[in-house]
């Protein structure tokens, strides 16, 4: 028999007058040890309920320190992802600037090889550092103005500046500069830099050089 089932046993026979006053205090005393029991189960049962609470935090905390590494390793990963797609296209950019700018100056080299005295650098609006643009497709150069070179702009496939329908701003910019070598007037040095926002709102830039050389007599007056 339970102890609740006693105590409730003897009660109903206190109820009913079958114990005396010795029995009364036996009776009260039980109860006592009864009450203090289940007072005690109860903190007990608390200290149990707190236990849980911590290890419930513990592993939401773990949870989510195992949910949060990979997806700020996924998101750094496409970060540096679109950071080395947008330096290759630079690098392809600058390149193609310095070549076009030694079309140029090869172009007047076949001018003068044909006959047409012409200075191999005719083209370059600026040999003193000014900055200037270059579109690719015809090997036109311009100044840019005070306030900095305007973007590159591309239809898809080509990059250029033409300000025809299907041309729209990148998030590109290239500047060409040119100076003679040394207060030389045979030898120009040419940079190109190639500068971009990412999606972080950080600039970046990337920049390539080269020295070109007047190797033929031209119409400069210049003496190789």
């Excluded at 950019?93 to 076009?100: F, G, K, P, R, V």
């Excluded at 600026?126 to 270059?134: L, Q, R």
Aim: with cysteine.
């Amino acid at each position: 028999m339970s102890i609740k089932k006693s105590i409730l046993y003897i009660v109903s026979r206190i109820l009913y007058g079958k114990y005396g006053s010795q029995e009364h205090q036996a009776i009260h005393t039980a109860c006592r040890i009864y009450t203090k029991y289940k007072i005690q189960n109860t903190k007990y049962a608390a200290r149990s309920a707190g236990f849980t609470f911590i290890e419930t935090m513990v592993a939401i905390s773990i949870l989510t320190i195992s949910i949060v590494a990979p997806m700020s390793l996924a998101t750094k990963s496409l970060s540096s992802a679109y950071y080395a797609r947008d330096q290759i296209a630079a690098f392809h950019l600058a390149q193609e600037a310095i070549e076009s700018v030694r079309h140029v100056r090869d172009g007047n080299v076949l001018n003068n090889a044909l006959g047409t005295s012409v200075n191999l650098l005719e083209g370059i609006p600026s040999t003193n550092g000014g900055a200037f643009t270059i579109d690719t497709r015809d090997d036109s150069m311009t100044l840019c103005p005070l306030d900095g070179c305007p973007p590159l702009k591309s239809n898809g496939e080509l990059y250029g500046y033409d300000n025809s329908a299907g041309w729209v701003p990148t998030r590109f910019t290239r500047s060409i500069r040119a100076v003679f070598v040394n207060g030389t007037t045979d030898e120009i040095h040419v940079t190109v830099t190639v500068s971009w926002t990412t999606s972080g709102f950080q600039t970046r830039s990337f920049t390539i050089s080269a020295n070109l050389y007047r190797w033929v007599n031209d119409g400069s007056g210049s003496t190789i």
